[in-house]
């Protein structure tokens, strides 16, 4: 090969890898360089996504009150019936974030009622209706006088639970002062399994604005004042309203 020729290669070869190297350039600068976004944009965008689009009705309501204020129990009950958007009778939930985590305490809420617990007294009525066979209660309350008519009816009630004794307090001489305790809720406070809060049904929006207090005001003294950092109110479907908690 002459010299000639070999030099007319290396002339063609040195092009070909100029022509190469500016068709990667060409490349690299069409080819947007892909951003790493820093952990704060990370947790923004995961924000931004999972925040939820409210109802035109839910940002009304909440135009109602400051959002920021904490309010009187009275009044942020009042606001939260006012705020609440749902047609049937809501309930109205109580939001505490407090100090402790598992099994806060035990409430018996004064004006909360067992809407599944049917609690009959024992009389001539519930009697005959025994004696048909027609069990419609949950829970039976006899007294001394009128325990020995159910003697008779020992083995239809005793398996299910239903006869009354005294280690339950449903044989008692008070029958409607026991009817009274045993229709008020008993429940166990108690705070999610990885964060101290708790979620607590106290009432519902048609009821007295009192009695949800009254209720509100066991659950903080079982909680503790002292322990509790923020109480919200809220409706079944409504905006949550904040609240003062007298230490």
Do not use: W
């Amino acid at each position: 090969m002459s010299k000639t020729t070999q030099a007319n290669k290396a002339k063609a070869v040195k092009k070909k890898l100029v022509v190469e190297d500016q068709v990667i350039d060409q490349k690299a600068q069409e080819t947007p360089v892909k951003e790493v976004k820093t952990e704060t944009e990370v947790t923004e965008s995961v924000t931004k996504k999972a925040s939820r689009v409210r109802s035109k009705k839910y940002v009304a309501a909440r135009r109602l009150y400051d959002t920021n204020k904490l309010y009187p129990l009275s009044q942020a009950i009042e606001l939260v019936k006012k705020t609440s958007l749902s047609k049937f009778d809501g309930k109205i939930e109580a939001h505490v974030l407090g100090m402790d985590m598992g099994n806060i305490g035990e409430i018996i809420f004064p004006h909360l009622e067992l809407a599944s617990k049917k609690i009959v007294i024992l009389n001539d009525e519930i009697l005959a209706q025994i004696k048909d066979g027609k069990v419609n209660f949950d829970i039976l309350i006899a007294t001394t006088v009128t325990m020995p008519k159910l003697l008779p009816f020992a083995k239809i009630l005793g398996p299910q639970g239903l006869m009354p004794n005294p280690k339950n307090g449903t044989l008692t001489d008070k029958p409607e002062e026991t009817l009274k305790k045993l229709s008020v809720a008993k429940t166990i406070i108690k705070s999610e399994k990885k964060a101290p809060v708790i979620h607590q049904i106290v009432g519902t929006v048609s009821q007295k604005t009192e009695e949800i207090v009254a209720n509100i005001n066991e659950l903080i003294k079982v909680v503790k004042p002292i322990k509790i950092k923020k109480l919200v109110l809220c409706a079944t479907m409504g905006p949550g309203v904040k609240c003062e908690v007298v230490k």
